[in-house]
Nanobody, 123 residues
Framework: VQLQASGGGLVQAGDSLRLSCAGS????????VGWFRQAPGKERDFVAR????????YYPDSVKGRFTISRDNAKNTVYLQMNNLKPEDTATYYC?????????????????WGQGTQVTVSS
């Protein structure tokens, strides 16, 4: 499977943005998909993950209640809805995939990445 992220942009604090991760291949629903983000000079951090059929999701406390991950396997696409954005959410966002749902938490364990999409939140 190959991944392509899109939807980033420049927004103000409090605004919303929706990122998309389009996957190729007929086996997309076999893959759990996650979102990570990386700010300049910092490590790539976990943001959200969703299981292959969408029944399981998980978020870190930093985004819980503000971000929602979902997927439409008919469209081979995973979404990240980001609400009430804060300046500290500014980063390059990457989507990633793995056959194992629990792998998608530590970036160093992930091998399948899409290209990044920049999200900038001004105060």
């Amino acid at each position: 499977v190959q991944l392509q992220a899109s939807g980033g942009g420049l927004v103000q604090a409090g605004d919303s943005l929706r990122l998309s991760c389009a996957g190729s291949g007929r086996t997309f629903s076999n893959y759990a998909v996650g979102w990570f983000r990386q700010a300049p000079g910092k490590e790539r951090d976990f943001v959200a993950r969703i299981s292959g059929r969408g029944g399981l999701t998980y978020y870190p406390d930093s985004v819980k209640g503000r971000f929602t991950i979902s997927r439409d396997n008919a469209k081979n696409t995973v979404y990240l809805q980001m609400n009430n954005l804060k300046p500290e959410d500014t980063a390059t966002y990457y989507c990633a995939a793995d056959l194992e749902y629990n792998t998608l938490i530590l970036a160093s364990n992930v091998h399948l990445w899409g290209q990044g999409t920049q999200v900038t939140v001004s105060s």
